[in-house]
Nanobody, 122 residues
Framework: QVQLVESGGELVQAGGSLRLSCAAS????????MAWFRQAPGKEREFVAAIGWSGGGTYYADSVKGRFSISRDNAKNTVYLQMNSLKPDDTAVYYCAADPAYGGRVSTYGYWGQGTQVTVSS
């Protein structure tokens, strides 16, 4: 069983930066792949970034590649999403997800946080 709590979302101007954090509880965190997804109003939840259990195997949605960076600290049971050069289109609720499997689909992940709101003003 894994419980996830996101933090770090806030209102930021276009071009700015934010770092989201996802704190996980559970003994086997280090063996779970982690991912970030986001959901804007009226849209489906979409993949943002994923990272393998060892910290390798990162990959990103094309829309954030080169601007966002996912990382994890297994000693702290935490995964991060560094977001730079933010755009108004990045406005969404950002969700952290975990699963022993690895991938970019919503259906891959069995554990989800409650989400944190990121709003980018133009």
């Amino acid at each position: 069983q894994v419980q996830l709590v996101e933090s770090g979302g806030e209102l930021v101007q276009a071009g700015g930066s934010l770092r989201l954090s996802c704190a996980a509880s559970g003994r086997n965190f280090r063996y779970y792949s982690m991912a970030w997804f986001r959901q804007a109003p009226g849209k489906e939840r979409e993949f943002v970034a994923a990272i393998g259990w060892s910290g390798g195997g990162t990959y990103y949605a094309d829309s954030v590649k080169g601007r966002f960076s996912i990382s994890r600290d297994n000693a702290k049971n935490t995964v991060y999403l560094q977001m730079n050069s933010l755009k108004p289109d990045d406005t969404a609720v950002y969700y952290c997800a975990a699963d022993p499997a690895y991938g970019g689909r919503v259906s891959t992940y069995g554990y989800w946080g409650q989400g944190t709101q990121v709003t980018v003003s133009s």
